[in-house]
């Protein structure tokens, strides 16, 4: 694993799984104070007026809670782009075997419609292979694909594209893009495609199967047409800071060449590392995250009402970090919060739905039902 240019903190997520470590070391039962150093300007984006759903880009916001998006708000002085959003409603969120879940059972029932156990990924109770969103609408004729900011085989990603029971199996995940049925995968995580212990290379098998394989966000600008597999970092993306508006340039630039399928497009864009975060217990970086997520939100509403035609569903996974906003004050844009867990908790999930179709998504169902209303709305069988 080659971990220079990475930054210190995001070496920390291999560790995520080990709540004794995070958490305490940082906020846990403490009162952490943020201030937003430059709040962001925030316009209004009328929903679209037709009935017609053509496309759906489901957006995850990994561990990401009423409490986060109420932070968030606070932070950015009473004001987000996913307050454009027309219905609200609410994702309970237990996978089959554990009441609280991880990304890998929570993923799945949002990526394919059905429980599945702890850790397992793209896969039902059983193990038998749960089919993905991605792949329902790929069997269906229509373009499909994800964007997101964390390494290709961490949980959610991987819960659209491949299928396996244990989330632990990271390089047998990463091979099985190789037969992905997404038409465009942008996210980073080249460390797994080359030099691995099976001497495999990935970009090369992937190539042989039609894809283009670009290496930058920059790369991928130049490409119109045709299969794309984006890869732009050796493990994770750069921090929030650091990596400027790439999940919003991913995700447009995927859907550039998602829209050329005359039936239309499934997208999945995950911010991913509100999770690590979560666990951190680290609210700077939190809601740096939040609002990076939240300005995609804004970019993709901006498209998709220009567009017309196609659903917008923001939702999560699960919430991560157990985050209480207690106090802080609009006007400075300053939020004090506290953590009560390294790990996830059980609470309920907002999802946001705009565009046509929205109105579905209003109520209180299962995660499950999340995915089962995006087939139903799109005619998949
Ligand atoms: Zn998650």
Redesign the pocket.
């Known amino acids: 694993m080659k971990l220079i240019n990475r930054p210190a903190a995001l070496i920390i997520t291999a560790l995520a799984a080990i709540p004794s470590i995070l958490g305490q070391t940082k906020g846990r039962d403490t009162e952490l104070t943020y201030i937003m150093p430059e709040p962001y300007e925030v316009h209004k984006i009328v929903p679209p007026k037709g009935n017609k759903v053509k496309n759906v880009i489901l957006m ?1 916001g ?2 990401m809670s009423l409490a986060h998006i109420a932070s968030a708000w606070s932070a950015n002085h009473g004001k987000l782009f996913v307050e454009n959003a027309e219905v609200t409603g609410l994702s309970k969120t237990p996978c089959l075997d554990q009441l609280v ?4 059972a ?2 799945t029932a949002l990526a394919s419609g059905k429980k599945t156990k702890y850790h397992s990924v793209g896969v039902d109770g059983e193990g038998n292979p749960a089919k993905s969103l991605v792949e329902y609408a790929a069997d269906n004729g229509l373009a499909s694909g994800v964007a997101v900011t964390c390494r290709l085989w961490d ?2 990603p991987a819960d659209f594209c491949c299928h396996v029971v244990d989330r632990e199996e990271e390089d047998k995940i990463m091979a099985q893009y190789v037969d992905t049925k997404a038409d465009v995968v942008v996210g980073p995580g080249w460390s797994k495609m080359i030099n691995r212990a099976d001497g495999r290379d990935l970009f090369k098998e992937l190539q042989a199967k039609g894809f283009s394989t670009p290496r930058s966000l920059d790369e991928f600008d130049a490409i119109k047409s045709g299969k794309v597999f984006c890869v732009t970092d050796s493990f994770d993306t750069k921090l929030p800071a650091e990596r400027g508006d790439y999940l919003a340039h991913a995700s447009l630039k995927a859907i550039d060449i998602l829209k050329n399928n005359p039936k239309g497009f499934f997208l999945m864009i995950e911010g991913s590392q509100l ?1 690590d975060y979560g666990h951190f217990n680290d609210i700077d970086l939190l809601m740096q995250e939040t609002h990076d997520f939240d300005r995609t939100i804004g970019a993709i509403f901006d498209w998709a009402a220009k567009d017309g035609e196609t659903l917008v569903v923001v939702t ?3 919430e ?1 970090g157990g985050l209480t906003l207690i106090d802080g004050d609009l006007e400075q844009g300053k939020i004090v919060c506290k953590f009560s867990t390294g790990g ?1 908790s059980g609470t309920m999930v907002p999802v946001y739905a705009f565009g046509p179709g929205a109105e579905r998504f209003t109520g209180l169902y299962d995660n499950t039902d999340v995915a089962l209303k995006i087939m139903e709305l799109l005619n998949l069988k």
């Open positions: 995850i990994d561990g879940t991880d990304s890998g929570g993923g949980a959610t999770d999560a996974d699960h991560t996830h």
